[in-house]
């Protein structure tokens, strides 16, 4: 079907082998297509992408626990009655090792991936939702050492902290963002899902994100075995937080405001809390030799604030409040602070690490023995820019100019 929709660009072919891809529960999987719009402000166009990989039966334990009580999640979500589904639909979620690369998420990859895109295939078959666990863990280890911790945690409690759960609290928050964020929730009867047009990427992603913020903190979390206390959640609270107010801004070039739809998301969600939170002082920056930090006072006020955001962005999308969408993305998520940012960037600078991480793909050989498939050799190269060439000698099949 999908070679079908390669052949023909039937929009709906796509449709129907999206609806064949997620009842497809294989140990072995992928994602191919152009998929994602993140990349175009108009949220038209999307880049070509695919993952290839299989199934973490350990891990996979963890999202199946979460998505086995999706409907408890949400009956008790914080948001109107009206926009809840009463039947949430088969949400699929697993944990997966990617074993390779290609299009746009290569070299530098999504850490989760929840699809399809499309809200009523979603709606009337289900999705899949998956967390790329080798990925979030060689990006754990890379930064273990990298000093960034140190640079912009406040204390050297919420170093520790950060060092023993942040990789459970992201592994958690992703889970929770694609296994049942995504999936949460209902348009009213008659609203175009695509009503949010621009900035339908960056509103969606921060439902998600809510939702799994919102979620970190509840008592059900340790109640289900996935937690062992809140110490996880606060993690997670202090590292969103820091990066949406802060650390993110080292990926944007002086001068230039936000664009992508994570990022313009994830500030526009710290932002909004840091200034609803100010007559609590919820959210607090302060200055110590010269340096910003931000730390969080009280984390059960934040879990509250990210309930009231996740309610109204939940209307927003369910009743096609454009208006509203606009307003928000643009009075919260895209500005940044001029000298915030360059005081961050001056800092990072320092720290000679790269903004973006990206990966080299595994290299695999078929082995055969009197024509059937054996074995398969697998190599680890280490250079990029070796990778690239030898990609555009071998498997460049369009002349540059068609
Ligand atoms: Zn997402």
Known sequence: MLIDYYRTGDLNTWDQYNILWAQDTSFVDYVNGF????????????????????????A???????SQN???????????PR???QKVKGVSAKVITVAQLGGDCYPATP?????PNADWIRKEHGSKSVTMENITYAYDQASLGSGFLEEFCYSSAEVEMAKKYGPLADNLHTDLHECLGHGSGQLLPGVNS???????????????????LYYLMDPKMIELGLIPNFDVAKTEYNAYIRNGLMTQLTRIEPGKNIEQAHMRNRQLIAIWCYQKGLPNNVIEKKVKD??????????????TLFGELLAEIQRIKSEGDYTAGKELVENYGVKVDPSLHKEVIERYKKLNLAPYGG?????????????????????????????????????SFLPPYN
């Open 111 to 115: 850490i989760g991936i929840n699809l």
């Open 60 to 66: 996979t334990r963890r999202t199946k626990i979460i």
């Open 83 to 85: 926009f809840k589904k």
């Open 290 to 303: 010269g340096k910003t930090y931000v730390i969080i006072n009280d984390y059960e006020h934040l879990r």
């Open 194 to 212: 695509e009503a949010l047009k621009n900035y339908q990427s960056a509103l969606e992603e921060a439902r998600a994100d809510l939702f799994a």
């Open 359 to 395: 990966f080299v793909n595994p290299l695999m050989k078929p082995l055969y023995e009197n024509g059937q498939l054996v074995d398969v050799e697998i190599f680890y190269p280490d250079d990029y820019v070796e990778q690239m060439l030898y990609y555009s000698k071998n498997y």
């Open 35 to 58: 998929i994602e719009v993140y990349g175009d402000p108009l949220g038209r166009k999307a880049t070509w992408e695919s993952v290839v990989n299989f199934r973490n039966e350990e």
């Open 70 to 80: 999706a409907q408890w999640f949400e009956d008790h979500s914080p948001i109107d």
